[in-house]
């Protein structure tokens, strides 16, 4: 029924109809309320019209009984509707624990997105249907937000920042992806498309471009390109700490603090070194701003999850990808955010210490 209306984009997601029917509901709502108001005001306009030019209103004293009834049923509907879209709102925001990854970097202006695999696309995202995608979100200059209509999800892309959504396609098709955040004169044509494949079709597609090996295989390229190799070497003995099994661990800082070594704390030691420096270690690493692109970053970060077996199983890291409002309310605190170079990365996992025990089993734990 709702897919006939005119201008409703399809229903290609496990949450679309949900937050249709919230969304017809609302207007339905509010299309009874301004139909009854101005019904009312008709019939008083007529029924207490001014008969004589010397007519006197009676007193009005008020109503308690009509005070309360316009005053507690516009509560309950309020407070019914806040129940049922903070519900519809929780499954949005809650990623499940089996999702697969994918990652987007929006730029002025276009929508570039990696998989694990290693493929890579520039305003085309490839999913399957029937699994549930999680997306890891980032800006490589100024806020954009990825909008996919027929999915219901909108989420932005904030610089210097990881975000996420998640959905899970329906159906197979060609689907319109957005940016929905004015960010500059191209903003109206960065947009692009999401194609959900047959799961089948899809590990077709992701085979059919091995070219450049996975993220983490691309992400140890860099590794090794950057000279970050020179120092953090992996017994520990170089001039920087060694980076083996450091991915979800805590990490003492000189400063006394405990932080969690996650997406967002590599992030930032790549691009402002001294921001926290590690016990025990001097702050001689240089920024690597302007050398590395966010893509690059997500490849590093891939690598070095790649290489901490065991890291990706325990980073219970609340929220810490994710901005304030994403974190997963009294839902399973981040354990899902570990999963690339974790589900693949074949090539590159070999390359770490461990990697062999590592074992494909860990994705999704
Ligand atoms: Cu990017 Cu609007």
């Not at 008083?44 to 009509?66: C, K, T």
């Not at 697969?100 to 490839?126: A, C, D, S, T």
């Not at 240089?286 to 290489?307: M, R």
């Not at 589900?343 to 025990?357: E, F, K, L």
Request: with cysteine; glycine share 12%; net charge neutral.
């Amino acid at each position: 029924m709702l897919k006939d209306l005119p201008f409703m984009p399809d229903q290609a997601s496990t949450v679309s109809s949900d937050v249709d029917m919230l969304y017809i509901f609302l207007v339905g709502m509010t299309v009874f309320f301004v139909g009854l108001i101005f019904l009312m005001v008709g019939i008083f306009a007529i029924r207490y019209r001014r008969r004589s030019s010397d007519e006197i209103p009676r007193p009005n004293l008020g109503s308690l009984r009509l005070e309360l009834v316009w005053s507690v049923i516009p509560l309950l509907i309020s407070i019914g509707i806040f129940i049922w879209s903070a519900s519809i709102f929780f499954e949005i925001q809650r990623v499940p624990a089996n999702a697969m990854q994918v990652y987007g970097v929006g730029k002025q202006w276009m929508w570039k997105f990696q998989h694990p695999e290693g493929n890579r696309e520039i305003n085309e995202l490839h999913v399957p249907a029937g699994r549930p995608v999680k997306i890891t979100l980032t800006s490589e200059d100024v806020i954009h937000s990825f909008y996919v209509p027929a999915f219901r999800i909108k989420q932005d892309a904030l610089p210097g920042r990881y975000t996420t959504a998640w959905f899970q396609a329906t159906k197979p098709g060609t689907y319109h992806l957005f940016c929905a955040e004015y960010c500059g004169t191209q903003h109206s044509g960065m947009r692009g498309s999401v194609v959900v494949m047959e799961p089948a079709q899809y590990e077709a597609w992701l085979t059919g471009d091995a070219s450049g090996g996975s993220m983490a295989g691309r992400g140890e390229k860099l590794f090794n390109q950057l000279g970050c190799v020179t120092c953090h070497l992996p017994d520990g003995s170089g001039r920087c700490p060694s980076l083996v099994n450091v991915y979800g661990k805590s990490v003492k800082l000189i400063s006394g603090e405990d932080v969690v070594a996650n997406d967002e704390y590599i992030r930032e030691s790549i691009l402002r070194p001294n921001a926290k420096i590690v016990d025990a270690y001097q702050p001689i690493m240089p920024t690597y701003q302007g050398q590395v692109s966010e893509e690059g970053i997500l490849q590093v970060i891939a690598y070095i999850k790649s290489i901490s077996p065991q890291g990706t199983q325990d980073s219970g890291v609340p929220g810490g990808t994710t901005t304030p409002g994403q974190t997963q309310p009294g839902g399973p605190g981040g354990t899902n955010q570990s999963t690339p170079g974790g589900t693949t990365g074949a090539g590159s996992r070999q390359s770490g210490p461990g990697g062999a025990s590592g074992g494909t089993n860990r994705s999704g734990q």
